[in-house]
């Protein structure tokens, strides 16, 4: 299967786009059901160029449906762009999956401190939903119900379906002069709010903050023996969240955005066996030695059934004339399927590489098969 990734507003008020995505040779397009805060380009939309998106959902929010926290409802484009959208790519026969963004969201996140990831120095992430937090869990819940029950897709993406922490804010960032190492990212990324304070083994602070500030090797030597309980503990977060999340999709096939590093706080949650997913998808974007080695990696764990795919970056800094090479060196490491990253944001010399990318590659079905993880 070919997956291309868009946003509603990239299709809505643009007649042409639905045959644009379509004759990219791709099976289906992964719509922005529930996305945090971008500036994003269009460079073929008829009525603008630039989108300056908050986080937001794009079914209509029913105010009835929600608890405490609510999503925003979009100025910028139509309050059912998904529905609009959905509703056109679908006629020229594509497939639509819900891609669905849902504990990172600095809309909520800054309206509601108490339920954001908190460092070990105390330091908030307002983009950065923890779900540890009823709230969070109850918010998460109810988005994946009501954008199955009003939006009506094929097939649910789960992005950020679980503890995010340092990486992947959305303000201007300016941390890198740090130099914290990866180590110490894994390391801010731990979570100290109310709820998780409450099962943070003693003395798992002062451990963090002694590493954050120090050259540890590893999460695990930073922590030592606390680690197999902290870790432990954030993969039940995730299990648990997605478990939830899944009970409400009813059926439809699942992919998870996935990894197999057991820190990782982000877009992609480190996988969890036991959770339904018919699809595991790798995040591919950097060095193509990494990315086949983490493909490997994620195919390992994700056991018979269960199928693996690239999530691939067809924008810069890649080179349009990279992605043949970089699709075939992925479905070597194992991807059987891949998700193109992004059908809106690309311009035309790039979306023709993705298109002779693809067309090198089979055509799969329309949804994989349902069955248990």
Not at 43 to 64: D, E, K, S
């Amino acid at each position: 299967m070919n997956v291309v990734y868009a946003y509603p507003w990239d299709i809505v008020g643009d007649p042409a786009a639905p045959e644009r995505f379509a004759g990219l040779g791709v099976d289906a397009v992964a719509l922005a059901a529930s996305y945090h805060s971008v500036r994003a380009a269009t460079p073929f939309h008829p009525g603008h160029r630039l989108v300056n998106a908050h986080a937001a959902c794009y079914v209509p929010v029913r105010p009835t449906a929600w608890g405490r926290l609510a999503p925003a409802t979009p100025s910028w484009t139509a309050a059912d762009a998904f529905v609009q959208a959905r509703d056109a790519l679908k006629a020229v026969g594509l497939a639509v999956h819900a891609w669905t963004v849902f504990t990172h969201n600095s809309h909520l996140g800054s309206a509601h401190p108490d339920l954001v990831v908190r460092n070990a120095f105390g330091d908030l992430y307002p983009y950065a939903l923890c779900p540890a937090q009823p709230d969070v869990v109850e918010y998460c819940r109810t988005l994946a119900r009501e954008i199955v029950l009003l939006g009506e897709p094929d097939a649910v993406i789960l992005e950020a379906c679980g503890p995010l922490g340092f990486r992947h804010g959305g303000p201007h960032e300016k941390t890198d002069g740090a130099d914290w190492s990866p180590v110490q990212a894994d390391l801010l990324s731990l979570c100290f709010c109310t709820a998780c304070a409450k099962t943070c083994p003693d003395g798992l602070g002062e451990r963090v903050r002694a590493g954050i500030d120090g050259s540890p090797a590893s999460v695990e030597a930073a922590l030592g023996d606390l680690a197999p309980a902290v870790r432990d503990r954030r993969t039940a977060l995730t299990a648990d969240l997605q478990r939830a999340v899944v009970a409400e999709v009813r059926g439809l096939p699942v992919t998870v955005h996935a990894t197999a590093h057991p820190w990782a706080a982000g877009a992609f949650t480190p996988h969890v066996h036991g959770v339904r997913a018919e699809v595991l998808v790798a995040n591919c974007w950097g060095d193509p030695d990494a990315d086949t080695a983490g493909l490997r990696r994620l195919r390992a764990l994700a056991g018979d059934g269960v199928r693996v795919g690239a999530y691939v970056l067809a924008l810069p800094p890649r080179s349009p004339a990279a992605l043949k090479d970089h699709l075939a060196r992925y479905a070597e490491a194992g991807a059987e399927e891949f998700h193109l990253y992004h059908g809106g944001l690309a311009s035309r010399s790039r979306l023709d590489a993705l298109a002779a990318a693809v067309g090198a590659r089979p055509k799969g079905d329309a949804a994989p098969p349902i069955g248990p993880c």
